[in-house]
């Protein structure tokens, strides 16, 4: 018997769902440092312009790929295509499911750890950057601490997805969201009205313009997929319990926007408190677990502001976490035919026991590396650099090449008549950016992910 799939019970439960995927560590903690060690505002264009053109157009042709087929990754793209090949790009996104969901729990342990940090008030031991750093090593160097927090946010993340796709994720979302939403806006008027906010201000609109390279546009591109969730089908498989009335592009239009939004707002709280108390921009992945408890400190209500954000930081974790789970939950029901308790309750157990050398990486397992990369490092490697590009570039090629335009448009249409009947040019300039440059600039980053780029580039430069 065939069992009936869930859907979502409104619109606006399936935004604020894609959209807590979307927003998540790489809006809050990645794309901060990774614009204050780029150049700031210069970064940031890269950054939209690669969002506008790449981000948007994938985005919109996973979400139509599970509306369509109303399948998990595996089942949609063998339904469309009737091939073993390209069901097996379903499987890349499962595995890449896994893979990250490993080890984005253990940073997102640490945004639950530090919510007890900030209450217990402990930063106020550590006035300065360097010994916030030490008091951080020293909390990740513990293995209680480390798998603690690890495993109770695993837990928290599978009792949602346990709870079904209304009842967990859509609820979990509606009540999340809103807060996450409110939280950072407080933080962002605390920043902007601390003394010296303006010099953040400044780095964030002022683009410097030399700092912008192959290697800045590079990363921008890879962060543009990372943030949206896409290339590894967790917004496929979001759109596989969406409604045939609701239009997949006016949909996309909004999770960008929103992801797009909570990042910079993030990245004017985080630099207008950093620059204001005269910390370094360009302090890398630590920037939020050194840097800002030391800031913290320092601005008046920073005890209170410390814990919202930690607990906001949670939030936008956990929100993307329950994604990445249900991904790997669809496939095991719709495919394999398991019950979702079942493999909420099994596949919770098996990603932390892979997330267990993750964990362990900053610690013991420390001086354990596969390729120079200790196991952590490799495992975000082989997911993030290899998986999701990879990922993307295939969807892309495969709804402009092997779905074929002819199928693919009365699907798109179906819902967004109205959105088309006003801007018709719309449909063309997708099909122009999925057909061409989608493919050809996700390839270059997938090259130079893997370090081939800089080689041929070497090539033809002679040195
Ligand atoms: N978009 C999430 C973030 O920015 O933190 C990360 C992520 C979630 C990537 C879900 C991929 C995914 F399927």
């Not at 192959?214 to 496929?236: D, V």
């Amino acid at each position: 018997m065939e069992i009936k799939r869930e859907n979502w019970g409104s619109k606006t439960g399936f935004i604020l769902a894609a959209a807590g995927s979307a927003i998540g560590l790489g809006n809050i903690w990645k794309f901060p440092y990774i614009a204050g060690e780029n150049g700031g505002a210069s970064f940031i264009i890269v950054y939209l312009i690669c969002i506008g053109i790449i981000g948007l157009p994938v985005l919109t042709a996973e979400i139509l790929i599970g509306r369509t087929t109303q399948r998990n990754p595996v089942g949609a793209f063998y339904k469309l295509s009737q091939s073993k090949f390209w069901a097996g790009l379903g499987g890349m996104g499962v595995v890449a499911g896994f893979l990250i969901l490993s080890f984005y729990a253990v940073i997102a342990g640490w945004a639950i750890g530090y919510i007890i940090e900030a209450l217990n008030g402990n930063f106020y031991n550590f006035t300065e950057a360097t010994s916030s750093a030490v008091h951080f090593n020293n909390l990740v160097g513990n293995i209680y601490w480390m798998l603690g927090y690890f495993s109770l946010f695993m837990l928290i993340t599978m009792i949602i997805v346990f709870a079904g796709v209304q009842k967990g994720i859509e609820r979990g979302s509606k009540i999340l969201m809103p807060i996450l939403l409110f939280l950072l806006i407080i933080l962002m008027i605390r920043g902007v009205t601390l003394e010296g906010a303006e010099t953040g201000l400044e780095f964030l609109w002022y683009p410097d313009w030399s700092k912008i390279n192959a290697q800045s546009i590079l990363i921008a591109l890879g962060h543009a997929f990372f943030t949206l969730s896409l290339g590894m089908g967790a917004m496929l498989t979001y759109g596989s319990y969406m409604s045939k009335k609701d239009s997949v592009p006016n949909s996309a239009i909004q999770i960008v926007f929103l992801d797009t939004f909570i990042a910079l707002v993030a990245g004017i709280a985080i630099f207008t408190s950093v620059f204001a108390v005269g910390l370094d921009p360009a302090a890398g992945p630590g920037l939020i677990f050194h840097t800002l408890p030391s800031v913290f400190i320092k601005m008046p209500g920073g005890y209170i502001f410390s814990i919202l954000f930690f607990v906001l930081l949670s939030i936008a974790a956990l929100t993307s976490a329950i994604s990445l789970l249900e991904v790997v939950v669809s496939f095991f029901v719709d495919e394999l035919k398991w019950k979702r308790h079942t493999a909420a309750i099994l596949l919770t157990l098996i990603i932390s026991l892979l997330g267990v050398p993750s964990a362990l990486s900053y610690n013991i397992l420390a001086d354990f590396t596969i390729f120079g990369l200790n196991f952590f490092d490799l495992v975000d490697f082989i997911a993030s650099n290899i998986l999701l590009p990879l990922g993307g570039l295939l969807i892309a090629v495969f709804v402009a090449w092997v779905w074929g335009f002819e199928r693919v448009l009365p699907n798109l249409k179906e819902g967004a008549e109205k959105l088309f009947e006003k801007y018709p040019a719309i449909i063309t300039t997708w099909k122009i950016f999925l057909k061409y440059f989608s493919p050809v600039l996700i390839f270059l980053v997938f090259l130079h992910s893997i370090g081939l780029l800089d080689k041929i580039l070497n090539l033809f430069t002679g040195s």
